[in-house]
Structure formats: structure tokens, C-alpha cells
């Protein structure tokens, strides 16, 4: 789930965090250094915002949740539709 960087805020955990990054450094993926999960990373499609693992969330704060399918194998012939999603109003 894309979330702009203006509505993410990580509230506890962020001293257990390791930064990855690789390529172009543009995306800066975030580990946890004690389990090894992937909670959030800012991805190179959004640099603007953060893609944030949904299962890392306590899911009974959403009352409804829309899934988009998305073909993350073919990811760059695919990555426009991930475009400006980071932009859009909560």
C-alpha cells in the first residue's frame, strides 16, 4: 500500500531498523534488524511517498480495504500504473 510521505509516521521501532538500498539508490528498502520483515520502503516508482506492507499494520483501524491486482513480475513494463500514487488524497 502507497501512502504519501506526508501521511506516514512511524511511531515506535525505528532503532531496530536497517536501511538497504542498491542500483540507482533511489529506493531505500527498511529491514527490521531483529526478524528481518520489510515493514516499509520508499519505492523508486514513488520516491515522494512510502510503500508500506500492509500485514505490519493492525488491520481492525481500516474499515475497508481495496486490493488492486498488479503484475510485479513484469514490475517495469508495469510500474506507470504505481504512478503518482503517492500523491493521491488519503
Sequence with gaps: ??????????????????????????????FCSICGIKP??????????YSVNFRCLNATEFSEVVI????GQNWEQNAGALELLSRMDP
Design 1 to 30: 500500500m502507497i501512502v504519501p510521505n506526508t501521511q506516514f509516521r512511524l511511531i515506535t521501532g525505528e532503532d531496530n531498523l536497517t536501511l538497504y538500498t542498491f542500483n540507482t539508490g533511489i529506493a531505500k528498502h527498511s
Design 40 to 49: 516499509f520502503y520508499i519505492p523508486r516508482s514513488n520516491p515522494d511517498g
Design 68 to 71: 488492486k491486482a498488479f503484475d
